[in-house]
């Protein structure tokens, strides 16, 4: 079982739509949660940080977290072409520095 | 600028070479973080440091990788001997005191012939 699991894609949502990308993680002492962005050829961007169960909401986008379902998620709402990228799911245990993240899922919004 | 900058952005060698690279995170943060990214997968954790004390080190940084940090400012990654497998994104992140958001540099590419 990978430690960080996400849906690879690609995801195809339309201009406009709300955009759900999932993420389980095996750790059940993870602590902190992370969402970030990537375009193609570039680094990853820190979107959102998740560290208590329930949502988040900034802008356009939310993250939920359900750490007896060991589940994250990030809603994109009103997508649009330039939200296309793929996005990391990352974790990060209690007490260690080190990150895990999952492979990221390909999302595709199309005008 | 002053997000983290990482030097060069693109390196190629050859095979049996060593390479060093070189982060300066951003001003302030204390902690800095190596990985590695090949295509189509998340970054690879390689190494943390809190000020100059290289605090946790994943078992993928084999004996050929180094990292250092001097005066807990910039850090450099050496890596000897390079091998093909090597050919990656090496990134490097830093954070603040007692935060634990990641704010990655713009990476250096190297292919190794």
């Known amino acids: 079982q990978k430690e960080v699991e996400q849906n690879s894609g690609p995801l195809s949502v339309p201009e406009g739509a709300i955009a759900s990308l999932n993420c389980t993680y095996s750790?059940?002492?993870?602590?902190?949660f992370f969402w970030y962005r990537q375009y193609s050829g570039k680094s990853p961007e820190l979107i959102m940080s998740?560290?208590?169960?329930g949502d988040k909401e900034d802008g356009r986008f939310t993250a939920q977290l359900n750490k007896a379902s060991q589940y994250v998620s990030l809603l994109i709402r009103d997508s649009q072409p330039s939200d296309s990228a793929t996005y990391l799911c990352a974790v990060k245990p209690k007490g260690y520095q080190k990150v895990t993240f999952g492979t990221g899922t390909k999302l595709q919004v199309i005008p | 600028d002053t997000g983290v900058s990482q030097d060069p952005r693109h390196k190629i060698t050859k095979r049996g070479q060593n390479v060093t690279f070189r982060c300066d995170p951003i001003s302030e943060h204390n902690r800095l973080y190596w990985y590695r990214q090949t295509l189509g997968q998340g970054p690879e954790f390689l190494t943390y440091f809190q000020n100059e004390a290289q605090l946790e080190k994943s078992r993928l940084l084999s004996d050929r990788f180094s990292a250092e940090r001097p005066k807990g400012s910039f850090s450099t990654l050496e890596i000897q001997r390079t091998e093909q497998g090597d050919s990656a994104m090496y990134l490097c992140?830093?954070?603040?005191?007692?935060?634990?958001?990641?704010?990655f540099g713009p990476g250096t590419r190297l292919t190794v012939l």
């Open positions: 998740i560290y208590s169960n």
């Open positions: 992140a830093s954070s603040p005191p007692k935060n634990n958001e990641q704010f």
């Open positions: 750790d059940r002492g993870s602590q902190s």
